[in-house]
């Protein structure tokens, strides 16, 4: 797809909700300020449930501070700071996804999204690097596009900083060069394979903040950035595919999707009246990521009848 035909969708999906365009292929939008709330407190009960000790904390810096002295306690953090899904917390992951699922439909672009990469990740980024996730195939602080890691690269990242120190630790966005070509989205073995094509691209001029969701198209790169004694930071991360002007194509078509990492936005919407994210692993049982090409959780959508 050319960059002329990404741009001309994100001109539709702009129309949908009042953003700011911080560049041609990046939205930024203000969530309303109580689905914002309610956004945090779900983060915050999700959290506390995988705390040791059956703590439960909804404020913020003692959150933070909680997370930062339990860090090694915590068994279900990924090396890059995905706060995976268990059995004990299918109740309050969901309430977390439904209240994310809230602001997107609060922004009126349903009908663009042609399917949600499932799980959406809640994500702390502590304020030092872990160094042994960089030798890793796909940590989030090389310059990348998720297409890398092997998701369509027809598809939109959508960022939204939770908690925590936003301006010193935060995702950073790249913009492409005008001869951007499309074969540079190809899934890679790692994220530094991609490294010559990162240096094509300029770094947008852009500190995301705490309450705004961010959009960007598949074609810009991005990577988490620490600004020296940065504190920790929580936000959520996925990706869906953007239907584009007049594509009518099927999601299965446009890529071969790994099974149950895949839904609608329908479905993403009815979490707790028709439908279920059901994780059946526990705390002591881990998912083989397949170099980081796969989800790290075992998801099964239920449905309640
Ligand atoms: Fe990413």
């Known amino acids: 797809m050319s960059l002329k035909n990404r741009k001309r969708a994100f001109n539709v999906l702009k129309k949908r909700f009042r953003s700011r365009r911080v560049s041609s292929l990046l939205l930024e939008h203000k969530i309303n300020d109580d689905l914002f709330k309610k956004l945090q407190t779900t983060a915050a009960v999700y959290i506390s449930k995988c705390l040791p000790d059956n703590k439960f904390i909804t404020n913020e810096k003692k959150l933070l501070k909680t997370l930062e002295e339990l860090e090694s306690s915590i068994p279900n953090i990924t090396p890059n700071g995905m706060i995976v899904p268990k059995r004990h917390t299918i109740l309050e992951y969901n309430l977390l996804v439904s209240a994310f699922s809230d602001i997107i439909e609060s922004m009126n672009f349903n009908d663009l999204i042609s399917s949600w990469h499932i799980p959406l990740n809640l994500r702390i980024k502590y304020g030092e690097i872990n160094q042994a996730n960089m030798k890793r195939h796909h940590p989030t602080e090389h310059i990348h596009s998720d297409s890398w890691a092997g998701e369509s690269s027809e598809s939109v990242t959508v960022h939204i900083p939770i908690f925590g120190d936003v301006p010193n630790n935060h995702v950073c966005f790249y913009e492409p060069p005008e001869e951007f070509e ?39 790169l991005h990577a988490s950035t620490r600004l020296p004694n940065a504190g920790p930071r929580i936000s959520i991360d996925t990706t869906f595919v953007l239907k584009r002007p007049g594509d009518e194509r099927k999601p299965e078509t446009i890529h071969p999707w790994r099974e149950n990492e895949r839904a609608s936005q329908e479905t993403l919407g009815s979490l707790g009246s028709d439908h279920l994210f059901y994780f059946a692993d526990t ?8 170099g980081g090409f796969k989800h790290p959780t075992n998801l099964e959508v239920l449905e309640i009848v």
Not at 283 to 290: G, H, K, P, R, Y
């Open 182 to 220: 499309e074969e540079w989205l190809k899934p890679r073995p790692s994220y530094i394979d991609g490294e010559e094509i990162a240096k094509k691209y300029s770094k947008i001029d852009f500190v995301p903040r705490k309450g705004r969701i961010l959009l960007a198209d598949f074609a810009g």
């Open 283 to 290: 705390n002591e049982q881990f998912v083989d990521s397949e």
